[in-house]
């Protein structure tokens, strides 16, 4: 049963930080032709196009990749809970889920910002995957940098971010 619940947390956990990528790569208006945003839209579309004739764009927000990622949470937890055998009103369904996202995207911005440092270490040259990192993080690290600039050639503002990051992770219990 452990290995049943292992499965089904990994195969939703992975569906909706694609769905939340999606939401992200938009937000921050990411190049829609690197390789990565078009795994992510063309693993999305099946879902969010048919949801877009009904839900619209809240300016910058796409509410269906949103909703999709949120849709997922109710579906992972409606899922365990059937398995498991355990009964689970409507109310905390969906508080279930929406922390399950919530801590599904803070587990996003947490690597993405590890992965961007580490590959700002080793990198040489234009490589897609860094480039749509930058793009992803760069709103976040930009203001720390604008208050603490790079510190003999260190540049702090990932370290913080990550600090930010795990504090409000464990603010939340998540």
Do not use: C
């Not at 921050?28 to 004739?53: G, H, I, K």
């Amino acid at each position: 049963m452990d290995a049943m619940n292992f499965l089904i947390n990994i195969v939703f956990d992975l569906f909706i930080i694609v769905a939340l990528l999606r939401l992200w790569l938009q937000l921050v208006r990411a190049d829609f032709y690197n390789p990565v945003s078009q795994f992510v839209a063309r693993a999305t579309n099946p879902l969010v196009q048919p949801m877009r004739r009904v839900i619209p764009m809240l300016g910058q927000l796409d509410l269906a990749s949103l909703i999709l990622a949120l849709l997922l949470g109710v579906a992972k937890i409606l899922t365990l809970s059937a398995i498991n055998g355990f009964a689970i009103a409507p109310v905390q369904i969906g508080i279930f889920a929406g922390l399950s996202v919530l801590a599904q995207a803070l587990d996003l911005l947490f690597w993405i910002v590890v992965i961007r440092a580490l590959l700002s270490w080793f990198s040489r040259g234009y490589n897609p995957m860094e480039a749509i990192l930058h793009q992803l993080t760069e709103p976040l690290m930009a203001p720390i940098r604008r208050i603490l600039p790079p510190m003999g050639g260190l540049d702090l503002s990932a370290m913080l971010v990550l600090i930010a990051i795990i504090f409000v992770q464990r603010l939340l219990g998540l």
